[in-house]
């Protein structure tokens, strides 16, 4: 089986704009198709789905907090590409199976594909979630707020494919997304990747079960993702509604509630804590003088990105390095700081591109590890406005690699030197080839891009011998860094690569014609 072209291209388009995840650094490969969108949809749609060999994804660990984490995945991006076209496609045959939007009780990634190549409705969101948890309190006395204990993680692979069965998927198609579940698991027959765009549509398959259970039960609820509010109207309803709940996991698919977020509020207290959860809840005046400028001027879309040069001087004051620095304190100087909330303030300032945060960032990158994926986009987006030697910058961007905390994770070592990938201002060229031999292969792919984009192409000429030897990730990392050799010899070393993986094939052509 086939999937449709303009699915395919869908998918492409969404990659591009979107990346796989907000948790790693974009790949460099969706751009290049997008180059040659036409050869690479071609290419694509003829894949038959039951002959497909999914290939190596990637495994992180990726912090939450001080001292939490999660387990990350980075799909093959043909597999990604592959993944989000079999949801653009199939998608409405899960979405017609979960309660209506109507109801106001699932508000978790409706599918609903966007003119901006989104895959979710951007009317029902967490915020909704909240909203609508305000307003149901408001006929009942008490509620109970639960949360599905590492959901992603324990979801059964049995629970998706029977619920992939009735949704009415094409068996073809059933069985390259089982298939897929088994190779990120390693035949583990539970969880689901964490971290790709597209998978958050098959949390919310696994779930229909228990929304229907809920509903069937009479039960009024809200949910997010894995957090959930049943409302009711004394104490003893609330302790019957826990039992109940956790009733309903366990013989659904084995899932346990979080004992420690399991909670039951009046309607009082939940109507408080509804209302801390929709407001923007600034950490000071400085950052809601920020907060208001930048709603002004994107309309309050996240994903709108600000000409720094249209901000008249009045406003501009407001981010300068005084203000920003001193918001940023604030927030890690907090006996628990909000991570969360840190990481969005760093995702408007990325918005701007305004550069007032960047020493900040780095020389504190040792208590900020949580959002270090947010800093790195953070750090990018400042290019063009940030006006000091960058190769400073990269100086201290080394010596923060080679600190003890960030030597022990390697999705730290990535997203720092993924900086130097898509910055060629950061031009560290001999720091980069003195870390390469010693480096695992996550780090030496992000080197290998750092030398196409720093056009290292007498350095590339030395790791040609060892091609064959490179894992999968970096053989597609070094046939895009050899674009730097010159013509002839380019083209002859590539003639000879024998390379039977369609990506890479796509990759060789390219490089051949730059």
């Not at 990346?19 to 997008?34: A, G, M, N, R, Y």
């Not at 001292?67 to 995945?73: E, K, L």
């Not at 040792?366 to 750090?379: E, G, K, M």
Request: charged share 20%.
């Amino acid at each position: 089986m086939k999937l449709q072209e303009n699915s395919v291209r869908w998918a492409l388009n969404h990659v591009v704009n979107y990346s796989d995840t907000d948790l790693f650094p974009k790949p460099v490969e969706f751009d290049i198709l997008q180059e040659i969108e036409n050869e690479a949809i071609n290419r694509f749609k003829d894949i038959d789905l039951g002959n497909y060999q999914h290939n190596p994804s990637r495994r992180f660990i990726v912090p939450k907090d001080e001292i939490s984490y999660r387990i990350a995945t980075q799909l093959d991006p043909l597999d990604n590409i592959i993944l989000t076209a079999i949801i653009y496609e199939f998608g409405q045959l899960i979405e017609n199976r979960r309660i209506l939007i109507s109801e106001n009780k699932v508000f978790g990634y409706r599918f609903a594909p966007q003119n901006d190549w989104s895959l979710y409705n951007p009317r029902v969101s967490w915020l909704q979630y909240w909203e609508n948890c305000k307003n149901k309190i408001s006929d009942y006395k008490y509620a109970v707020s639960l949360d599905i204990a590492d959901f992603y993680n324990q979801i059964y692979h049995h629970n998706i494919e029977n619920q992939l069965i009735q949704s009415g998927f094409p068996n073809q198609v059933k069985k390259w997304l089982m298939n897929l579940l088994e190779s990120v698991t390693a035949k583990v027959s539970r969880g689901i990747p964490i971290g790709p765009h597209a998978t958050h549509l098959l949390g919310e398959l696994s779930l229909v079960p228990v929304d229907n259970s809920l509903s069937l039960k009479g039960l009024d609820f809200c949910r997010f993702v894995d957090d959930i509010i049943i409302f009711c109207n004394t104490p003893q309803e609330a302790k019957i509604i826990i039992y109940q709940m956790a009733e309903i996991l366990d013989r659904q698919q084995r899932l346990i509630l979080q004992r420690h977020k399991t909670k039951i509020y009046t309607a009082d207290e939940l109507n408080h804590h509804c209302i801390s959860m929709t407001k923007d809840q600034p950490i000071n005046s400085d950052e809601e003088n920020i907060i208001n400028i930048i709603k002004m001027y994107s309309s309050s879309n996240p994903y709108t990105s600000i000409n720094i040069t249209k901000l008249p001087d009045p406003q501009l004051y407001f981010f300068s390095k005084h203000f920003v620095t001193q918001i940023l304190s604030k927030y890690l100087n907090s006996d628990e700081p909000n991570y969360t909330r840190l990481r969005w303030f760093l995702r408007r300032l990325s918005q701007v591109g305004i550069p007032s945060g960047v020493e900040f960032c780095i020389d504190n990158i040792d208590i900020l590890t949580p959002a270090i994926s947010d800093i790195c986009h953070y750090l990018i987006t400042v290019n063009n406005s940030y006006n000091v030697d960058w190769k400073i910058l990269g100086s201290k961007i080394f010596h923060v690699l080679n600190s003890d905390l960030i030597k022990s994770n390697e999705y730290f070592q990535i997203s720092l030197m993924s900086l130097f990938a898509r910055n060629a201002s950061l031009n560290n060229a001999s720091q980069l080839i003195a870390l390469y031999q010693n480096s695992p292969s996550s780090l030496r792919r992000e080197i290998l891009l750092s030398a196409y984009s720093q056009n290292m192409g007498d350095w590339i000429r030395e790791l040609k011998e060892s091609y064959p030897s490179m894992d999968v990730w970096c053989k597609r990392a070094f046939i895009i860094a050899s674009t730097s050799l010159p013509v002839e010899e380019r083209k002859f070393f590539l003639d000879y690569v024998k390379d039977y993986n369609l990506l890479n094939e796509l990759l060789i052509k390219w490089a051949k014609s730059k």
